[in-house]
Structures are given as C-alpha cells and as structure tokens.
C-alpha cells in the first residue's frame, strides 16, 4: 500500500502559480497517481490523474518525475477560490487511501 | 453535480441507535465506495463493493455494514451509534475499479447526541 506525504498546508497570493509535492515512496509498478481538492463539507472532486512524465488539463498540471516515487500539482495562477485542501492518492491496490492532505489558503 | 446523490442530507440520532444512508450511483458506475469524514479530519474509507460484492475494506468498525443491491445502490448501516460516529459520510462511484476518477456525493451528515 503505497503511503503519500503531502506538507499540510500553504499559503498563496492570488494570481500566482502553486506547487504542492507529494511523495510515495513505495508506489506500485501500475499505480496511477490521482489528485483531489475538497472543500468544505463537500465531496472531494476529481483534478487529475497521471502516471509518468506530464499531464495538463483545464486546471492543473502534474508533474511524475522517471522514478515515480513523487509528483508535483501545480496550479497556474490560483484565485481566492482555490482555497481548499488538495489529497494526492496512489491506490496501491484495492484500498484508497486519502491521507491527510495539503490545506491550500490562497491570498487576496 | 456529480450524478451520486445520498439520503438523507442530514441525520440525528441518539446513541444506541441504528440508522441506514442509501447511496445511488452515477449511471453505469459499477463501484461505490463509503468513507467517514470526521470534523477537521482525512477521509477515511471505509469500504468498498463492485458490481455487489465487497471489493475492499478499510477501517470500518464492526458495528457498521453495507451492501450493493442489483440495482447498484449501496447502503450503509451504522447501529449501536457513539458520539464519535458522528461525522459527514460519503458516497463515491467509479466506472470499475479504484483506478478510475471517483465522483463523490453530497454526503450525509450524521449527528450522534
């Protein structure tokens, strides 16, 4: 079961871009790497998924260095509304685990 | 609006009490996922059925128990209630399997007195 360390918490200003790192040491060989934000007394809600090099989309980037054992999200220029906490996953097997999570507060 | 919905919104009970939350899936999603969220605290799973059987099990107490039906809602029956049960629980589904995104619900939130 691959164990993910996320720091618990940043800070941001508005219209900068933001990089949370997550590491998993001991990821599976076909563990794909998931990411998602929650905010308050919601459900956490689907950002990326990824497995090696980059992935884009709409909102975020991730990054998955060869060795897979981490992976950075970034946030191209956050707004007020990107205050939440963002979980990084790698399932490692049938059990998700989300851990703790990084509590994002972004800055007017 | 993920497409999962979850009854009821809100709960409260008093200890020593049984209650049930329903969950129904996103349409053709074959996996539900249960998991507790306490007040400032992770998400912890709690359990997991594909296609109505029990796929995976996390850390859920004995007193708690859940099952897929063949239409594919799930229930989670929580009995001899503590205070500490007390929490948001939160239905997920995915397509298959834990690989997949999963698209949670609105949660129910539980409160125990």
């Known amino acids: 079961l691959a164990k993910t360390t996320q720091p618990i918490s940043m800070d941001s200003y508005e219209g900068q871009e933001v990089n949370i790192t997550c590491s998993h040491n001991n990821i599976a060989t076909n563990d794909y790497i998931t990411w998602y934000q929650q905010f308050p007394s919601q459900g956490p809600r689907f950002i990326i998924q990824g497995y090696k090099t980059k992935v884009t989309n709409e909102v975020a980037s991730l990054f998955i260095p060869a060795d897979r054992k981490s992976s950075t999200l970034s946030l191209p220029r956050v707004s007020l509304s990107d205050t939440a906490v963002y979980y990084c996953l790698a399932p490692g097997g049938f059990k998700t685990i989300f851990g703790a999570g990084t509590r994002l507060f972004v800055k007017a | 609006d993920s497409g999962v919905t979850q009854t009821p919104k809100h709960l409260i009970t008093a200890t020593g009490q049984r209650v049930t939350l329903r969950c129904s899936p996103r349409s053709g999603d074959l996996s539900v996922y249960w998991y507790q969220q306490s007040l400032d605290q992770g998400l912890q799973f709690l359990i997991q059925?594909?296609?109505?059987?029990?796929?995976a099990k996390g850390n859920i107490l004995e007193r708690f128990s859940a099952q897929q039906f063949p239409d594919l809602h799930s229930e989670l029956n929580l009995s001899s209630l503590e205070l500490g049960d007390s929490a948001l629980y939160f239905c997920?589904?995915?397509?298959?399997?834990?690989?997949?995104?999963?698209?949670f619900g609105p949660g129910t939130r539980l409160t125990v007195l």
């Open positions: 059925y594909y296609n109505g059987e029990e796929r």
């Open positions: 997920a589904s995915s397509l298959r399997t834990e690989y997949n995104e999963q698209f």
